[in-house]
């Protein structure tokens, strides 16, 4: 279930999970998550409670935020690729920095290669430098959401956990 929890604690909303929730639904100054049913009853008057530590699930749901935010953002500008593509990536990067120290091109990057109309040296040259390229956005996105992290674990208080993001 994912909910939506104010400054307070309150828990104001609860949608299903895979509803798409905006902070600016519901005045900005939120959290909005998903939570383990467990963590969320009724009582007599059909109000809704959170059991545990308000504080501990502010974290929880900022944390979930962090994550969506960054991967929204790498996901901006990728291209997309089919499975099978994917799950060749670390072999054709293998391939083809081999062929950048000196070595000879496997199968892949023959193939590959001749099929672009390429060069196999430009064709490893490519896939190197989209793989750095991959990799120092991929440092980026981590030390940004270790310094959000830090700053939701310092927090004292739910408010202080909605301004850390």
Do not use: C, F
Request: hydrophobic content about 50%; cysteine-free; proline content about 1%.
């Amino acid at each position: 279930m994912k909910i939506v929890m104010n400054e307070s604690g309150a828990m104001v909303a609860r949608h299903a999970s895979g509803d798409t929730i905006k902070a600016a639904q519901y005045g900005g100054r939120v959290l909005i998550g998903i939570i383990d049913p467990a963590l969320w009853s009724q009582d007599a008057q059909g109000n809704d409670r959170l059991a545990g530590s308000s504080l501990d699930i502010a974290r929880m749901l900022a944390r979930q935020m962090i994550v969506e935010r960054i991967d929204a953002k790498m996901a901006e500008g990728q291209e997309v690729y089919p499975a099978s593509e994917i799950k060749t990536q670390s072999a054709k990067l293998a391939e083809a920095q081999a062929v950048m120290a000196g070595g000879d091109a496997g199968l892949y990057l023959k193939a590959a290669a001749k099929s672009r109309g390429d060069t196999v040296k430009a064709l490893a040259g490519k896939i190197v430098r989209k793989a750095e390229d991959d990799a120092a956005a991929a440092a980026v996105a981590e030390g940004e959401r270790v310094a959000a992290y830090a700053a939701i674990d310092k927090a004292r208080s739910i408010k202080a956990v909605i301004e850390a993001l």
